[in-house]
């Protein structure tokens, strides 16, 4: 089955604890990007990729990272989270850049205290 | 600044009837407008798109109209069911990047 998996589902932590959710697609899709949701905010886009090793920050990158050494991978980081970044992650794909629809994860709901 | 709003956050329509999910935004310079359908706990699932150069798109019962002069974009659904019941987001891509702006989104509520 064609998807998006995305790991954790859930994850409470506290302020300053590195983390890391995975991402990860079975499509072959060349390009993959980073969303946050927040009530009100609709979905922002953190960081992009185009392909492997080729990343770019979208609207809201500031204490993420990302990185793309794998086709299929695309995991998100948080080197020192913060309150204000408890929101509902998604992780997309689609087939190339210029393909307009985007395959979806089930989300990650992230809670930092 | 938001540049693309969806200013009803509700949206209650009677089975068989139309819904029409409204949708504006600031910025010309976007190439293509989506609309994604998301159910809880799952995340969102495409819809239908649509060119800038264009003015409408079909797909079964989902239409989407754009307006340029209006800056406006519309979904909608004929007949709604009640599987239509979810919440709905626009959404813009910015014309040579590969970046995407989402509306806040509507929560649709068809009723049998």
């Known amino acids: 089955e064609a998807q998006v998996t995305q790991n954790p589902r859930y994850l409470i932590t506290v302020t300053g604890k590195k983390l890391t959710v995975t991402c990860s697609q079975n499509?072959?899709?060349?390009?993959m990007s980073w969303y946050r949701q927040d009530p009100g905010l609709g979905l922002r886009q953190i960081y992009y990729?185009?392909?492997?090793?080729?990343?770019d920050k979208g609207d809201v990158p500031e204490g993420y990272k990302v990185s793309r050494k794998e086709k299929r991978n695309f995991p998100l980081i948080l080197e020192s989270p913060s309150p204000n970044q408890t929101s509902l992650y998604f992780c997309?794909?689609?087939?190339?850049?210029?393909?307009?629809?985007?395959?979806f994860g089930s989300g990650t709901q992230l809670s930092v205290l | 600044d938001q540049q693309v709003k969806q200013n009803s956050p509700s949206l209650s329509v009677q089975e068989g009837r139309i819904s029409i999910l409204n949708c504006d935004y600031t910025?010309?310079?976007?190439?293509?407008f989506l609309w994604y359908k998301k159910y809880p706990a799952e995340g969102p699932t495409f819809l239908i798109s649509?060119?800038?150069?264009?003015d409408k798109n079909e797909d079964g019962r989902f239409t989407v109209f754009l307006n340029k002069s209006a800056k406006h974009l519309s979904l909608h659904i004929v007949p709604s069911q009640p599987g239509d019941s979810a919440v709905y987001f626009c959404?813009?891509?910015?014309?040579?990047?590969?970046?995407?702006?989402f509306g806040t989104g509507t929560r649709l509520k068809v009723l049998a």
């Open positions: 959404a813009a891509k910015i014309s040579g990047t590969y970046k995407y702006i």
């Open positions: 990729s185009m392909n492997v090793e080729v990343t």
């Open positions: 499509m072959n899709h060349e390009y």
């Open positions: 649509i060119s800038s150069i264009k």
């Open positions: 910025n010309s310079m976007f190439d293509y």
């Open positions: 997309a794909s689609s087939q190339t850049a210029a393909n307009e629809k985007l395959f």
